[in-house]
């Protein structure tokens, strides 16, 4: 889902009247190396406790984040410190020079991680987001929330590794010149069928391209392009705490 997309959830939720409460995120690195996740809050919702941390391979680490709250997380890989004490990545830079994003985003490509979390224990939406491009699998679980059928509560995930089949055109690759990440069609070419903008600004004129279905083939469940709604856009009830694994 693009920025512009997601953040219509925001105000759909996050001014709703009533008490706020707080959910635990987890976030776990199952990657076989070091992952640093960023993490975005966006407008008119409360600053999270941190914007930027380090998950060594195997580790966790939790975040109390109130309700209502709307925001995105991602993971950045190839990181390192130069030596004037400034830090970098390969995938998923925020541009801060720092571990933590300090309310910058990700650069695309990066695999995007977006909620909208709603006040009174009232329905959530997520998704794992393509439309930026591909860095890192990932998934999101929630735990705890859900009372009912029509609850949702669902895990979604992007558990392949889209670069191992990402076309050379949009492939980024390291010094060494493994693909360390995949750009969207719209931040190589540029061009307004695979952007869906201007006359293509809507979901009968904006259609599948065959880099959007690449990536809808082997992450059926994230957004592939901006208006992959039907299959991409998850929820939950009942106050749900929430698990995001890189690697999955």
């Known amino acids: 889902m693009d920025s512009h997309t997601f953040f219509l959830f925001t105000f759909a939720i996050i001014f709703l009247s009533g008490a706020n409460s707080t959910r635990l995120f987890t976030f776990k690195n199952s990657c076989p190396f070091t992952v640093w996740p960023g993490t975005v809050t966006g407008a008119g919702s409360p600053q999270i406790p941190s914007t930027g941390f380090e998950l060594a391979p195997g580790a966790s680490l939790s975040l109390n984040i109130p309700a209502p709250w709307s925001g995105r997380f991602w993971g950045r890989s190839h990181c390192s410190m130069d030596h004037n004490g400034k830090f970098s990545c390969a995938t998923g830079e925020c541009g801060s020079g720092e571990i933590g994003c300090k309310g ?6 990066a695999t995007l991680v977006e909620f909208t979390l709603a006040p009174n224990n009232g329905r959530d939406f997520y998704d794992i987001s393509l439309v930026d491009g591909f860095n890192l699998p990932v998934s999101v679980k929630p735990e705890g929330g859900g009372s009912g059928s029509n609850d949702g509560c669902n895990t979604t995930s992007c558990s392949a590794s ?4 990402c076309p050379k055109e949009l492939a980024v690759k390291s010094g060494s010149g493994a693909v360390v990440a995949c750009k ?14 201007d006359e ?3 979901p009968n004129t904006c259609q599948p391209s065959q880099y959007s279905r690449l990536f809808k083939q082997h992450c059926p469940q994230a957004y ?10 998850f929820t939950c009830t009942g106050g749900a705490n929430y698990v995001i694994t890189f690697c999955p």
């Open 104 to 109: 910058a985003g990700g650069i695309p490509p």
């Open 162 to 165: 889209i670069n191992d089949v």
């Open 184 to 197: 969207s069609a719209c931040l190589v070419f540029d061009q307004s069928q695979y952007c869906c903008r």
């Open 200 to 202: 293509f600004n809507s």
């Open 224 to 233: 592939s392009y901006a208006y992959d709604d039907k299959t991409s856009t």
